[in-house]
């Protein structure tokens, strides 16, 4: 069982494969963290883990606890509340009717059952039962009734937790949520790094590891949306561990709104993680009887250094995350027309795109922004999601049928949350759009944000699509977001509640989702935020595929790619290859294929060579779907710090077959001519496809490849792939 409660040690066990959470339950009833790392078999004897300091006279003390090293100030806890002796930071914190923002949440029982509850409205990990395991830890505040559900899920074989909170207000009167995060958690030292995720539009995921420093640091949105200047994905690293080898534990949170990681380093050198919606633009209002349940956040622990978490993340994410019947299912190969014609183009000029994308062998056709009200530049249109005839002239339906006739499937693209005023929408409804009371919103790329909290908007905006999708054959929407919240307020709430906006703007676009996603299930849905903009797990779970970046430069690509594989899976990353000048087409093409590939460029504009070349990534993109899509991701060299190379490597689950691909950033003169491959088996002996040569699994990750080539050598932007495939160990 993966989940244990000793009663006469009162400590709860977490384990996975190879890891160890563990709690106990105080006299007084506090949850006090014990450990969190490599699986050990003790029990009673991590109690005095909970130890961390000494009582001092500045550190209050329950006056019904005599031990005197026993103050919240140092002890570490499962979710910490506020004013109650613990001067840290705290998870939860509730204001109370009679106005204080005491918090106290003490241990009144728990359950343990198999599976994994669904949580209502959000995106969440599921899990059948046999799959997972589940803890409800059941706390309350003696004083205003509060209740808290800590809920913990096992998945055993990914090392993985998944946790959140319900608050509960059993009590008569109301009381406001103040901060409630997801998660706590505890370390017991300093000796670890911290690395997270910042970019802008363009430059997402750029990785960055510091050390921790004693005081507060963090990441965080205000933006209503996650947003490309931080990903809610943030790893505590051990000092020593790299890529392949050391512990790591990593923290991502399910959610695609203002989130906070933050984490304090107290005097003692205790970092104290938290996770979840960022309080600084939340509070909620819970009437008697009213339930609020936080996002979910997961931990994934690694001894395999950040490699060893990433392929535990992916999995994790794939299997039991990303539920679209299209997250397993072969996904066809796209031409996207938006870095070719914008707004420029009608249907004789989609149908060419379709004629000479099929001959290359292109599956489908992605019909972006432009199709819609009086769309012709990025100042109208948003909002009328009706067919603009005189660009599609016949109909959506006839130049469908043309696309269809040719053998390609059909897409198209949607930005449902935004409305510009030159819109009949907003000509009708400016009420809808979000506002505070009294002053002028901004406008970013010309547009406003609909108030996706209320559900006559959301059902104008459903009906408005539904229209489109249910009347013609159209098997792939890509949902866009291209503008971040601002002059936030809602003209429905009252004053005490506004605090409430942002989370309740998230649920709105995840009912929006949900409710498309369910009537057409058989869409593929492919998010976007200009870009990697809402690049989360939140997303995730509805669209198995989201538009990693708007660059599509290879070399600026691959820093992108490498940064956002830290936590999400290749199979969800777009990756198109685009006319950008930079490298040469087949590089284009090998960083394409860490992601989902397919082609955003005028195809009739190709020359033979590329054609050629683009007709070999296909066939590429076919051989190597599985391996690529379902195998395990090793980065082996990191294109944000090496200054020539990128190298990484993908192998299949059975090792018996690897591919690794290597592009030069930079010509090197005096260059390296070997590298380790990763992860074969050390007994299997694998063959070199293009030379036939046979090497042992041993040799390949000790002493490597040989990738020299003659003076003078490799160029700027070139690459290289080798495929091998292992048969079974010699003698
Ligand atoms: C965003 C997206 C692009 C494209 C444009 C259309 O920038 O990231 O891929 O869809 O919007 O306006």
């Known amino acids: 069982m993966p989940i244990t409660f000793d009663p006469s040690s009162r400590i709860f066990k977490l384990d996975t494969d ?5 709690f106990l339950v105080h006299d007084e009833g506090y949850l006090v963290h014990l450990y969190y790392g490599p699986k050990v078999p003790d029990t009673a004897a991590l109690a005095p883990l909970m130890y961390r300091g000494w009582y001092d006279s500045l550190s209050p003390r329950n006056p019904h606890v005599s031990d005197r090293r026993f103050s919240l100030d140092f002890i570490p806890q499962e979710c910490p ?6 001067f840290r930071i705290s998870a939860l914190e509730v204001r109370s009717p009679a106005g204080d923002t005491v918090t106290d949440l003490r241990y009144t029982g728990h359950r343990i059952f198999p599976g994994k509850p669904e949580l209502p409205g959000l995106p969440a990990t599921f899990a059948q039962e046999g799959e997972a395991e589940t803890l409800e830890i059941e706390t309350a505040d003696p004083v205003t009734g509060v209740k808290a559900f800590l809920l913990y899920t096992v998945f055993p ?18 009381v406001d949520l103040e901060r409630a995060y997801s998660m706590c958690l505890e370390l017991p030292s300093m000796d670890y790094d911290f690395l997270h995720m910042y970019g802008r539009w363009a430059k997402e995921n750029t990785t960055v590891r510091h050390p921790l420093q004693h005081g507060l640091q963090g990441i965080q949105s205000k933006r209503g949306m996650t947003g490309p200047n931080h990903n809610p994905f943030a790893a505590l690293v051990r000092k020593g561990a790299d890529e392949d080898q050391g512990q790591a534990i990593g923290v991502s949170l399910i959610y695609s709104g203002n989130f906070s990681m933050e984490i304090e380093v107290d005097t003692l050198g205790c970092p104290r993680l938290l996770a979840g919606i960022n309080p600084s633009t939340f509070r909620w209002r819970l009437e008697p009887g009213e339930s609020f349940q936080t996002p979910e956040a997961v931990t994934v622990f690694s001894g395999e250094g950040l490699g060893g978490m990433s392929r535990r993340f992916h999995r994790l994410f794939l299997d039991h995350l990303m539920r679209s019947q299209w997250t397993k299912k072969k996904r066809p190969l796209l031409i996207n027309d938006w870095e070719a014609a914008v707004f420029d183009f009608d249907d004789q000029l989609l149908v060419e795109f379709a004629q000479e994308a099929k001959e290359l062998g292109v599956e489908m056709l992605v019909m972006d922004d432009g199709w819609f009200g009086a769309r012709n530049n990025d100042y109208q249109g948003l909002g009328d999601w009706q067919v603009n005839e005189n660009k599609l002239k016949g109909g959506l339906g006839h130049l469908i049928d043309q696309v269809n006739a040719l053998g390609m499937k059909f897409g198209i693209w949607y930005e449902p949350e935004m409305v510009n005023p030159d819109s009949d929408l907003f000509r009708a409804h400016p009420d809808w759009i979000i506002q505070a009371k009294g002053r002028e919103p901004s406008l970013s790329r010309n547009q406003y944000v609909l108030d996706m909290t209320r559900p006559e908007v959301r059902e104008n905006i459903y009906q408005q699509m539904c229209a489109v999708l249910s009347s013609h054959n159209i098997e792939y929407v890509k949902w866009d977001c291209n503008r971040n919240i601002s002059e936030a307020g809602n003209a429905v709430l009252p004053p005490e509640r506004q605090g409430e906006f942002f989370h309740r703007y998230v649920l709105g676009v995840y009912e929006l989702m949900d409710r498309i996603t369910s009537t057409f299930p058989h869409i593929l849905l492919e998010n976007c935020s200009s ?12 669209s198995p595929q989201i538009w990693t970046s708007d660059c599509t430069d290879p070399i600026e690509r691959l820093t992108i790619q490498f940064g956002a594989s830290l936590c999400y899976p290749v199979a969800s990353m777009g990756a198109h290859v685009s006319a950008s000048p930079r490298t040469g087409f087949e590089t284009k093409g090998a960083v394409a ?7 955003e460029l005028d195809p009739r504009k190709l020359t033979p060579e590329e054609k050629a070349v683009a007709k070999e990534q296909i066939a590429a993109y076919h051989k190597y779907y599985d391996l690529i899509h379902y ?5 082996i060299t990191d294109p944000a710090r090496d200054p020539y190379f990128a190298d990484w490597q993908f192998v299949s689950p059975d090792r018996t077959e690897a591919l690794f691909t290597r592009v030069v950033m930079r010509k090197p003169e005096n260059y390296y001519q070997t590298q380790r491959l990763r992860g074969l088996d050390p007994e299997k002996y694998y063959t070199d496809e293009a030379t036939g040569e046979t090497y042992s699994g041993a040799l390949l990750m000790s002493a490597g490849i040989d990738l020299s080539a003659p003076w003078p050598g490799p160029q700027d932007g070139s690459c290289v792939m080798k495929h091998f495939t292992a048969r079974k160990a010699q003698g």
Not at 81 to 86: L, Q, W, Y
Not at 593 to 599: E, I, P, S
Request: proline share 4%; charged share 15%; glycine share 20%.
């Open 593 to 599: 294929l860490m992601g989902t590939f397919g082609y």
């Open 631 to 635: 195998g395990d991701l090793y980065r």
């Open 81 to 86: 509340g506020s004013s109650n002796g613990d």
């Open 531 to 542: 870009g990697g903009g809402r690049f989360d797990p939140g997303m995730m779970y509805y």
């Open 18 to 22: 190879s890891s160890t959470y563990a």
């Open 157 to 174: 074989g990914y090392d993985a937790l998944a946790r959140s909170v319900r608050v509960e207000n059993p009590g008569s009167a109301s």
